[in-house]
């Protein structure tokens, strides 16, 4: 593909060194990290940070930001070059121009079992040993991998593709362009149990799980069904791997969790919230709109609408790093306390 179609597709190009040199419009056969690239390929730059990489990088072409200073040593190496004020988003979109995901052809496997109640939309793949239980209802379009198995009940959007070894327990609901990886469980039982003098007594589950549109969920997650009402995810929701989302939790729109989170039941997240790697969620917390929580974060109390938080148990961040501060003083500040017990005595 020559670098100009590049230029012209990935839409958020603000220059280009084919303005000056129109005529240096090199093929490129694939895409490749900046350490990693070999000639023909293009690469991107994120910012200052990386500026070394150009003088050491064989990249044939490179993506990168709005710096002239970056963009006159691309062209002292002979690189071409575009400039985009978000590199990484105008690499993410040349990279869609060399890859497609695998899409089975639309067909049922003859080994797939439909109970005759299920609905079926048009255009719809099902892989080998799927088995789609009676009440079931599928869109257009969607694509279901190997070893599924689709409860009773179950609704699922149009163009959701629920890849091999994933389980859909009965009543979920999935929206349209949703995205389940394998191994991951919607609307199995929450974890109910009432003690009791002989013991816990099992709550029944009798809620379900409703995954609004556009929601990705990474391998081996869980989403659990509540007792009474729903465990909620909103529209545009990305789950990294082993995120586990407890009974009764509802998650808003375009939150981001990476992988493994932990909620437990009750918890509400706002809008735009971001949950680094094995963020912590206690009871019935609530994390406002707009809210981070840095990796490894324990949150056991409410998170006011775009606050950052840190630590065990999570703190404000600015709080956070004066405590770290002092905890890394605290040998020297204990032996200040010595000296002066002993002055005292």
Known sequence: MKFSTIAEKVQITVASSLNAAPDHDPDIFGMAAVDQALAGTLSYIEGDK?????????ATALIL???????AQADARGLAWLSASDPRLAFARAIALFYTPYQPTPGIHPTATIDPSATIGANVALGANVVIQAGASLGDGVCIHPNVVVYPDVQIGNRTVLHANCVIHERSQIGADCTVHSGAVIGAEGFGFVPTAQGWEKMEQSGF?????????GSNSTIDRPAVGTTRVGRGTKLDNLVHIAHGCQVGEGVVMAAQV????????GNRVILAGQVGIANQAKIGDGAIATAKAGIHADVAPGEIVTGIPALPHKVFLKASAVYRRLPEMYKTLQRLQKRLS
């Not at 990386?50 to 003088?55: H, P, Q, R, V």
């Not at 932990?262 to 997240?269: C, D, H, K, S, Y």
């Open 262 to 269: 932990g909620m437990a039941g009750g918890v509400i997240i």
């Open 209 to 217: 799980v409703v995954i609004e549109d556009g929601v990705r969920v």
């Open 50 to 58: 990386f500026a070394a990489s150009i003088a050491t990088t064989q």
């Open 65 to 71: 930001p709005p710096s002239s200073e970056l963009q």
